[in-house]
Structure formats: C-alpha cells, structure tokens
C-alpha cells in the first residue's frame, strides 16, 4: 500500500532495510502502542512485525528466545522467581519453562493486542502463557518495576522492542536501578542489547549505565539472528552485589538438568558451547566497549 512508512529511514539504521518475499498478510492491526502485522514469508515461515521491525520469525526465533532465557537461567544455581518484561509472543516464557527450578513467573507486556494475535498466529511461542506457574500483568514496565518488591527475583530477563516508542524508558538508568532493586543480592538480569554493528553508542551508554548500577558484574554477549538489523543481536548480562555470578562458565549447565536428554533435542541453538562462545567479542566492540 502507498500509505506504509518507508521502513529503511527507521533511525535506528539509517538507510539500510532486510527484505523478505511476503507471501501473504494474514493480520494487520493498530494498538494503542504500535502497529501489529503478521505475514506469511517464503522462506522464514511466519513473521512479527511491530513498528514496521521484524519482533521474530518462526525459523530464526529460537536463537533469540533460547539465548536470551538460558543464559541467564543457567548463570544461577536452581533459579526459582523469574520476571519478562516483554516478550508477548510468549518465546521466552516457553523457554524459562523448561527449567523445572523455577517456581513462578511474572511478565508485564505493555500491549495485550501482541499477546492476543500472537495466541492465533504462534501457538508454538504462546504455549509459554499456558504454564500454570506464569502470571500476566499488562502494563509499563517501568510502573511494574516501581512497585516491585525488593530482593523478589532470581533472574529478570528484558525482552524489549528497540528503545523508540513504548520501550524508550527501558533503557535509561532509573529503570535499570528499579531492576537492581526487584533483584536478590546476586541476582542476573539478562537485557536485549542491540547490534554491536549498528549501535556501539547505544550499548557503551547501557554498559556504563550498569555498571555504576549492578555492583556485580557486567557482560556483554550476542548472537545471530538473521532476520533482526545486520543479522546480530546481543544481550546485557548483570549481577548485582552478593554470590559471585561467573556468567562465562554457567554453574547450572543445560545439559546436566533434570530431563536434560527431552530437554537438549527440543532446543534448536542454545548448549553450554554456544553459551561460552557468545562472550567472545570482536576487536573492534571490545576497544569501543572497554574505554566506558
Ligand atoms: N520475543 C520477541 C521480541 C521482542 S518483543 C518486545 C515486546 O516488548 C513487544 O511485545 C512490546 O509490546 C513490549 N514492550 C515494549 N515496551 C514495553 C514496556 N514499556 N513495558 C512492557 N512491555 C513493553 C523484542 C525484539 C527485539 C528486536 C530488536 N530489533
């Protein structure tokens, strides 16, 4: 249609698009927060797209959501309390599900209208919002961290849109203070964290952000994603004060969980191997990176 938006002047990469051959359009919907497509694609099978960003794709989802859940999770003895922000579709959820430790979930998604089409068009990602042990709360993160309670989580993982529109808040200090807070002493957060092609910037400030934040410590981490902004994307990886968190070497390793063997022919990208390599970082991100 004439009336879309030209998706390569998004600012977040200046000039530069990824094309995908849409086969067909199976939703298109506006929310009180974003505009909502979903598409039929010739070759990544089904598509979300908010913004006019691709949120995920049913062929490259599981780098993603693996990643971003259990590096954090495996990063702590028998985690227990675990929140999302985020993360609508459900992935994440279906992937923090799979450790038996865990005891209970909260995720706050600003946008039930993405939980709903999700729940038609992904069933295999909305399966996370069936666990008994989830609970929903739609609303702004930042509200949501604001009454948190103090010490009450584990692992907190930010699955989060790009920091323009309803997640601009989710990258700025006081919601990585209110963060720190929710957490026990010695608790991980696990934050999307961009590309380190397209957005040093960007990270340098959220790394010197936590930093100052979690007294612990501070990594960066990433993955391949083909279909999200130069095929890459990486994950803030934070501690606060208290039990030493060794994230390059996970003390609770996926393959030694209980059902490990069910556990490791279902997950399609994530094993100890990738977890380790993921903090290995090219020369160029770690000179820009080390001088914050
Ligand atoms: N797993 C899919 C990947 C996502 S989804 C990001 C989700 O964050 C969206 O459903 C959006 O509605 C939600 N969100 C945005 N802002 C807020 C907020 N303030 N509070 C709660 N939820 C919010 C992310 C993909 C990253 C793509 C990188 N280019």
């Known amino acids: ?171 700025e200090k006081p919601f990585f203070q209110t963060i720190a807070k929710a957490l026990r002493p010695g608790g991980v957060l696990c934050n999307q964290a961009e590309s380190m092609w397209l957005h040093t910037h960007l990270i340098q400030d959220m790394l010197s952000i936590c930093r100052e934040v979690f007294k612990g410590s501070v990594h960066y981490a990433w993955t391949s994603v083909p279909t999200y902004p130069s095929g890459v994307i990486g994950f803030l990886l934070c501690s606060t004060d208290g039990p030493h968190v060794d994230f390059l070497n996970p003390v609770n390793p996926i393959e030694k969980q209980e059902a490990a063997v069910k556990l490791q022919s279902e997950l399609r990208f994530y094993n100890s191997e990738m977890h380790k390599a993921s903090f290995a970082l090219p020369s160029f991100v770690l000179r820009e990176l080390s001088t914050t």
């Open 1 to 171: 249609k004439n009336s879309r938006p030209l998706y390569y002047n998004n600012p977040m990469w200046p000039g530069e698009a990824h094309s995908l051959k849409v086969e067909e359009i199976l939703y298109e919907g506006k929310s009180k927060y974003q505009e909502i497509l979903v598409f039929k694609s010739l070759i990544y099978g089904k598509v979300l797209v908010l913004d006019g960003i691709v949120q995920l794709t049913e062929k490259d989802e599981s780098a993603y959501q693996e990643m971003i859940a259990h590096l954090p999770l495996c990063s702590v003895l028998s985690p227990k309390t675990v929140l999302v922000i985020g993360g609508g579709d459900g992935g994440v959820l279906r992937e923090i599900c799979r450790h038996r430790s865990v005891e209970h979930i909260d995720i706050c998604e600003i946008d039930e209208l993405v939980i709903t089409v999700c729940k038609e068009f992904f069933p295999a990602l909305s399966i996370g919002f069936e666990d008994p042990r989830v609970q929903l709360h739609i609303g702004d993160a930042v509200d949501f961290l604001r009454n948190a309670c103090e010490g009450m989580y584990d692992v907190v993982i930010v699955d989060s849109s790009d920091p323009i529109g309803p997640a601009q808040e989710l990258v």
